[in-house]
């Protein structure tokens, strides 16, 4: 029986509460809760009740990461999108890079979800699609996250297993196949420069699911991890933007 890790100090799930809008946080492949708090406490001042899940395997060790399949990622996400509908009158999800591909998961799996933004989401990863066919027993070791704001740090692990790339690659052909499904609004949030996911990844999505609402904001300061980087009060002020006119 896997026994599970000790959670690193400042990955923690977060949770602010607050008024009856409520917004649920995802963070990416690798990161963890502390790289989308700064949005979710700004979010939070802004009136908003604000949840921020931790993914399984996400900010304990690379072993446990190693552990885990997309599969489990997906019921981690919807487990906390139901539990904040319990309390919240609408809820908006957004997701960074994996966690936004899970975020169009969860709302191609829900049709009450009231609004989705995608930062830097992925759905297609080339230059990845190596690992596949490498031995998912070794890792693979991290270079620093890709964020412009050099003052700012991310939690996160300097090595990775390669099984948890191979599961990423598994969900993002998934969750390709589901877009179709996703009729909910839709914003999304592009850095013009990103190290990690190609930028057409946005328009691909956006392209493909079939809502009536979708619009998209450029990141022109920002990197990959765009909620750590210098957009993000502006990433904030978009989020505020897009609920407000749907409220």
Same mark, same amino acid.
């Given at each position: 029986?896997?026994?599970?890790?000790?959670?690193?100090?400042?990955?923690?799930?977060?949770?602010?509460?607050?008024?009856?809008?409520?917004?649920?946080?995802?963070?990416?492949?690798?990161?963890?809760?502390?790289?989308? &708090?700064?949005?979710?406490? *700004?979010?939070?001042?802004?009136?908003?009740?604000?949840?921020?899940?931790?993914?399984?395997?996400?900010?304990t060790t690379p072993q446990e990461l190693a552990e885990q399949t997309y599969e489990q990622?997906?019921?981690?996400?919807?487990?906390?999108?139901?539990?904040?509908?319990?309390?919240?009158?609408?809820?908006?999800?957004?997701?960074?890079?994996?966690?936004?591909?899970?975020?169009?998961?969860?709302? *191609?799996?829900?049709? $009450?979800?009231?609004?989705?933004?995608?930062?830097?989401?992925?759905? $297609?990863?080339? $230059?990845?699609?190596?690992?596949?066919?490498?031995?998912?027993? *070794?890792?693979? &070791?991290?270079?620093?996250? $890709?964020?412009?704001?050099?003052?700012?740090?991310?939690?996160?692990?300097?090595?990775?297993?390669?099984?948890?790339?191979?599961?990423?690659?598994?969900?993002?052909?998934?969750?390709?196949?589901?877009?179709?499904?996703?009729?909910?609004?839709?914003?999304?949030?592009?850095?013009?420069?990103?190290?990690?996911?190609?930028?057409?990844?946005?328009?691909?999505?956006?392209?493909?699911?079939? *809502?009536?609402?979708?619009?998209?904001?450029?990141?022109?300061?920002?990197?990959?991890?765009?909620?750590?980087?210098?957009?993000?009060?502006?990433?904030?002020?978009?989020?505020?933007?897009?609920?407000?006119?749907?409220?």
């Open positions: 029986m896997l026994v599970a890790e000790k959670v690193i100090k400042g990955a923690e799930p977060f949770y602010y509460q607050s008024g009856s809008i409520g917004i649920l946080l995802c963070h990416g492949f690798i990161g963890t809760p502390q790289s989308v &708090q700064y949005i979710g406490r *700004s979010l939070n001042y802004a009136g908003y009740t604000v949840s921020g899940l931790r993914l399984d395997g996400h900010g990622w997906m019921r981690n996400i919807e487990a906390a999108y139901c539990q904040l509908k319990e309390t919240c009158q609408k809820v908006f999800i957004v997701g960074q890079s994996m966690g936004g591909t899970l975020t169009l998961h969860t709302a *191609s799996m829900f049709d $009450d979800v009231d609004g989705i933004v995608l930062i830097n989401p992925a759905i $297609d990863i080339p $230059d990845m699609q190596h690992y596949r066919w490498e031995d998912k027993q *070794s890792y693979i &070791q991290e270079s620093a996250p $890709d964020i412009k704001f050099v003052q700012e740090e991310e939690i996160t692990y300097t090595e990775t297993p390669v099984n948890g790339y191979v599961q990423l690659l598994d969900l993002l052909d998934v969750v390709r196949e589901k877009l179709s499904q996703v009729t909910c609004p839709v914003l999304g949030l592009q850095s013009t420069v990103d190290h990690v996911v190609p930028i057409e990844n946005t328009d691909y999505i956006l392209k493909h699911v079939r *809502s009536p609402i979708k619009e998209k904001r450029i990141l022109a300061n920002s990197y990959h991890v765009a909620s750590l980087d210098k957009d993000r009060d502006l990433i904030s002020r978009y989020i505020q933007d897009f609920i407000g006119k749907l409220s």
